[in-house]
Nanobody, 125 residues
Framework: QVQLVESGGGLVQAGGSLRLSCAAS????????MGWFRQAPGKAREFVAA????????SHADSVLGRFTISRDNAKKTVYLQMNSRKPEDTAVYYC??????????????????WGQGTQVTVSS
């Protein structure tokens, strides 16, 4: 069982930066692929980024490529999402997710067994 707790959300002006953190419980954190999804008001939940257990593989949605970076620290059992050059359309609830390691890096929400409660990120124009 894995429990995920996000932190770092808040209000930021367009163009600003913010870093989200997700602390995980459990003994085998390094065996889980981790990721971030987001859901804006009135929209479907969408993939943002993912990272493999060994952190050798990463994937980012086209909408955030070059602006957001996912990383992890297995010793601290924490995954991060560094968000730069924020845009108003990045406003959403951001969810940290975990999946038992697979032979591919999952980007589909159905591949993730564990979800955090979510943290609100608001970007003002």
């Amino acid at each position: 069982q894995v429990q995920l707790v996000e932190s770092g959300g808040g209000l930021v002006q367009a163009g600003g930066s913010l870093r989200l953190s997700c602390a995980a419980s459990g003994r085998t954190f390094s065996s889980y692929a981790m990721g971030w999804f987001r859901q804006a008001p009135g929209k479907a939940r969408e993939f943002v980024a993912a990272i493999s257990g060994s952190d050798r593989l990463t994937s980012h949605a086209d909408s955030v490529l070059g602006r957001f970076t996912i990383s992890r620290d297995n010793a601290k059992k924490t995954v991060y999402l560094q968000m730069n050059s924020r845009k108003p359309e990045d406003t959403a609830v951001y969810y940290c997710v975990a999946a038992r390691e697979k032979p591919y890096l999952p980007v589909d929400r159905n591949d993730y067994q564990y979800w955090g409660q979510g943290t609100q990120v608001t970007v003002s124009s």
